[in-house]
């Protein structure tokens, strides 16, 4: 069997970040992942992928600038004919560090904004940094790069859309990400607290789609839709280990950046190689095409529409990644999400729930990072 | 005024490839492809011969007389069509006279 190649690498070249999300969707447990890979690994893996067909690369973590070889790994993408893709919280971003990236051919950058004013944004990156994302951007369009700003939605910020579009066509962003939060790694523990009610998203649907009529010629708008509220699951990356191949810090490949969290043998690239993995590991081949589907999605006309969702959030909600994803309303463990979002609904529930922050993977201790506060309405 | 989004491609109409997006080719698909930030499109021969054409000089009428020089079969509608594609997928902008 041919099997095709992917068209991205997602390189996560480290989990060390100056930021502390409550949605971050790194793994709870960052020791297994302090071994990253050497500059000349991470060249050869861009290369294997780059040979597999990977053509989009990727840089991001935690924060990619926190690697010293940043700009050297960029150049090894450009030589490569790779379209890089810098992944950041602009934490780091300085002109000279700018300048290094762009001579190395740095193609684009993705900055994170958290929320449209410093003292929410700042909260709930659980560190300072909305001066600093806005001196990156400048930095960034100084540079003459595409600039794509990603936000991160949910209970807490939904009802800033407005505000945040309007700070993000100041940034001068290209493009704009909108996308609601999904639930892994530290969101998953978060999830009552960040999902939002169902006025609240028709609310900021009807501020995205003004925004779009009115920026039309300038900012390419993109909403991610919660899918918790959806009638059928995302086609979650495309197909499993179909179009992306992600290379977590310490070398684990995997078919979707939360992957991490299910039950099946790991694959390394330190291991073996980065075509192995792709076309015969069984982590890559255990969901790719229909085969494995059950029932509602075997004979289900949607099979290969939405390749029967998320295998993570299956793992997540049911504890078996085979089974269909319980966001499709035709899955027989709909219930589960059915609950969530009636309690996000609750008329009668009470004022915001506190966030549970990212604790600083540094500092090794939980707990360490005061709660962000959380007021109701704020 | 450069536009992303026009409703059709006209005659007149200035193509080239919009900001941040670059032509390669493939070695592994053996394709020339059209990246951008979030997109890759493989593009077939015809589909190349057209996007190397896109320069911001040429109008789709020059890029259409280009190719009926040295293809056989060259359909004006299909040449527009394929552009307006690539315009809605943000990788060609047009340049327009207003008029």
């Known amino acids: ?378 | 005024m450069p536009s992303t989004v026009p409703t059709r491609i006209d005659a007149g109409d200035r193509p080239r490839l919009a900001r941040g997006v670059r032509l390669t080719f493939d070695r592994a698909r053996q394709r020339h492809v059209l990246l951008s930030p979030e997109t890759v499109v493989v593009l077939n021969a015809t589909g190349t011969a057209i996007v190397e054409l896109c320069d911001g000089e040429r109008t789709v009428a020059d890029i259409v007389a280009d190719l009926g020089s040295r293809y056989s079969k060259v359909v004006d509608a299909d040449v527009r069509e394929f552009l307006a594609g690539l315009v809605g997928r943000r990788c060609v902008e047009v340049e327009r006279d207003d008029r």
């Open chain 1, 1 to 378: 069997m041919t099997v095709d190649g992917p068209f991205a690498l997602l390189a996560e070249l480290t989990y060390d970040c100056p930021l502390h999300c409550a949605y971050c969707s790194n793994p709870i447990e960052l020791a297994h992942y302090r071994d990253e890979l050497s500059t000349g690994e991470w060249q050869r893996v861009f290369t294997e992928a780059r040979d597999l067909g990977a053509l989009q690369l990727h840089l991001s973590g935690g924060e990619p600038l926190r690697r010293r070889d940043v700009v050297e790994l960029v150049r090894t993408g450009r030589d490569l004919g790779m379209y890089s893709n810098l992944v950041t919280s602009g934490l780091g971003l300085s002109a000279a560090r700018a300048e290094q990236l762009r001579d190395a051919g740095l193609d684009h950058v993705q900055i994170s904004v958290q929320a449209d004013e410093p003292v929410r944004s700042d909260e709930l990156a659980g560190t300072p940094s909305f001066e600093r994302k806005l001196a990156a951007a400048r930095t960034v369009k100084e540079m003459g790069w595409p600039l794509t700003v990603n936000v991160v939605l949910h209970r807490q910020n939904l009802d800033r859309i407005h505000g945040i579009l309007r700070l993000v066509e100041e940034m001068g962003a290209d493009r704009v990400e909108l996308a609601n939060t999904q639930y892994y790694g530290w969101a998953w523990r978060n999830r009552e607290a960040l999902l939002p009610s169902r006025a609240q998203l028709e609310r900021a649907e009807a501020v995205v789609r003004a925004a779009r009529e009115r920026l039309r010629d300038r900012m390419q708008i993109l909403w991610i839709l919660p899918d918790y509220y959806e009638r059928y699951p995302k086609p979650c990356m495309g197909g499993w280990a179909s179009r992306q191949l992600v290379v977590t810090p310490n070398g684990d490949a995997l078919p979707c950046l939360a992957a991490h969290e299910l039950p099946l043998p790991r694959a390394n690239v330190r291991e073996h190689a980065v075509r192995w993995i792709w076309e015969s590991s069984p982590l890559f081949t255990r969901f790719r095409g229909t085969d494995w589907m059950p029932e509602p999605c075997r004979s289900c006309e949607r099979r290969e529409v939405d390749f029967g969702g998320c295998r993570c959030q299956a793992f997540l909600l049911t504890g078996d990644p085979a089974h269909t994803d319980p966001v499709c309303h035709l899955s027989p463990d709909h219930g589960l999400v059915e609950a969530a979002v009636r309690a996000a609904n609750d008329p009668e529930r009470p004022g915001e729930l506190a966030l549970t922050p990212r604790p600083d993977p540094r500092s090794g201790a939980r707990g360490a990072v005061a709660p962000a506060s959380a007021e109701p309405g704020a």
